[in-house]
Nanobody, 125 residues
Framework: QLQASGGGVVQSGASLRLSCVAR????????VGWYRQASGEEREGVSF????????DYADSVKGRFTISVDKAKHMVFLQMNNLKPEDTAVYYC????????????????????WGEGTQVTVSS
């Protein structure tokens, strides 16, 4: 089970931190990440982390503004989002995949296997 939280309504330039707790998984064996889906748009990959060595990948649109991290002890993954823009408005989903040795970049096109419920992020201009 994956449960995301931390979404909200903020103004452009603000920050939010999304959290996701993973229950029922052997956390160290999985890659984790975040996707988002704006209204009327396809779901897109935002950021991923390969916990075996901490390798990360980010969508070009969020590089330099978003940071993914994990707390292995708590089985949690976070997405720190700074300098938010209206185009970041979307439902954000955390996800998990057993492919923990591949280049995390692949998850942009090869979706992760396990998904949680989304959390809404709305950024007003």
């Amino acid at each position: 089970q994956l449960q995301a939280s931390g979404g909200g309504v903020v103004q452009s330039g603000a920050s939010l931190r999304l959290s996701c707790v993973a229950r029922g998984f052997i956390f160290d064996d999985y890659a984790v990440g975040w996707y988002r889906q704006a209204s009327g748009e396809e779901r897109e990959g935002v950021s991923f982390i390969r916990k075996s060595d901490g390798a990360t990948d980010y969508a070009d649109s969020v590089k330099g503004r978003f940071t993914i991290s994990v707390d292995k002890a708590k089985h949690m993954v976070f997405l720190q989002m700074n300098n938010l823009k209206p185009e970041d408005t979307a439902v954000y989903y955390c996800a998990l995949d057993y492919r923990n040795t591949v280049n995390p970049r692949i998850f942009h096109t090869s979706r992760m296997r396990y998904w949680g419920e989304g959390t809404q992020v709305t950024v007003s201009s």
